[in-house]
């Protein structure tokens, strides 16, 4: 069962230019150190790393119903890959009392997302889905 669908679109010069200009400010505001980890292994295209992540996060709070609002922060959806390397999000905080809230019970939610990039766009999607708990 479907709980929530998000997508989003960015410019990853938008990206790359608030990395030039606000730099730690923006990175520890809006990412996890799992997420700055990744993109600094690939400092010729963090921007892109970076943007990818950034539509992931606004995507999933798109999903969960709030945006950024009602206790839902930037850091407390993470983007993570499986042991299979397939992306998801670990929510926290607000996120996932949200996530919680939503999920029928009896019943997993689980956090599909799909990340590409095509300069100068960087695109996500996130469905949120409720499985039966096994």
């Known amino acids: 069962m ?5 997508t989003d679109l960015i410019d990853i ?12 400010r923006f990175l520890d505001r809006c990412f996890t150190e799992t997420e700055r980890a990744k993109a600094a292994r690939r400092p ?3 921007a892109a790393s970076y943007a ?10 798109k999903a969960l119903g709030t945006g950024f609002r009602a206790g839902v922060f930037w850091r407390d959806l993470g983007v993570v890959n499986l042991p299979s ?10 996120a996932l009392r949200r996530l919680e809230r939503m999920t029928p019970t009896g019943m997993t939610a689980r ?3 799909t990340m590409t990039d095509e300069p100068p766009l960087a695109q996500a999607m996130v469905i949120i889905s409720a499985v039966p708990t096994q």
């Open 2 to 6: 479907i709980l929530g669908i998000g």
């Open 13 to 24: 010069d938008r990206i790359a230019r608030t990395l030039d200009r606000f730099g730690d």
């Open 44 to 46: 010729l295209i963090a």
């Open 52 to 61: 990818k992540r950034f539509a992931a996060k606004e995507a999933c709070a």
């Open 85 to 94: 390397g397939r992306p998801t999000l670990v929510l926290s905080g607000g």
């Open 111 to 113: 956090i599909d997302l």
